[in-house]
Nanobody, 118 residues
Framework: QVQLVESGGGVVQAGGSMRLSCEVR????????VGWYRQAPGSQRELVAT???????TYAGTLKGRFTVSVEYDKQAIYLQMNSLKAEDTAVYYC????????????WGQGTQVTVSS
């Protein structure tokens, strides 16, 4: 079982920035696809961004340019830098990890609330 622990959510004003962090408790990031999803009230969970070592990063089309996912492999940590935040970015943000070489097993963090006030 891979454990993901998020931190960094809260309330921010529209136009502001916020950084989310995700600690992966096992040393598996180097062989995994990692990233972030989000779920707004009344909506389905949607992709924010995913990335993996040696591969390109995929962003949701509407978020590219404002959001940046990054990984510190030696710290087993995943980050999401969010800039120019809008009210519609309000959601619960989930850290995500998939192990393609282990039957595609997927793991999720507990979620962290991000609220953008207008």
């Amino acid at each position: 079982q891979v454990q993901l622990v998020e931190s960094g959510g809260g309330v921010v004003q529209a136009g502001g920035s916020m950084r989310l962090s995700c600690e992966v408790r096992q040393s598996v990031i180097g062989t995994s696809i990692v990233g972030w999803y989000r779920q707004a009230p009344g909506s389905q969970r949607e992709l924010v961004a995913t990335t993996s070592s040696g591969r390109s990063t995929t962003y949701a089309g509407t978020l590219k340019g404002r959001f940046t996912v990054s990984v510190e492999y030696d710290k087993q940590a995943i980050y999401l830098q969010m800039n120019s935040l809008k009210a519609e970015d309000t959601a619960v943000y989930y850290c995500y990890l998939r192990r393609p070489w282990r039957n595609g097993s997927e793991y999720w963090g507990q979620g962290t609330q991000v609220t953008v006030s207008s």
